[in-house]
């Protein structure tokens, strides 16, 4: 089973630098949902797309 290719979403990165990791995620998050992320998180949640 392949795993299914991601156009449009939001890409998650936590940490700072090379030693961050990101994650791509099938869903889009309105400003309020990115703000309550970064600060109850430290989470940096910004728009993917794939072009």
């Not at 290719?5 to 998050?29: E, L, M, P, T, Y």
Request: charged residues 25%; contains cysteine.
């Amino acid at each position: 089973m392949k795993t299914p290719k991601i156009k449009n979403g939001a890409r998650i990165s936590i940490g700072v630098g090379v030693s961050s990791i990101h994650f791509i995620v099938d869903h889009h998050f309105n400003w309020f949902q990115k703000l309550m992320i970064k600060w109850c998180f430290g989470f940096k949640v910004e728009d993917y797309d794939e072009e």
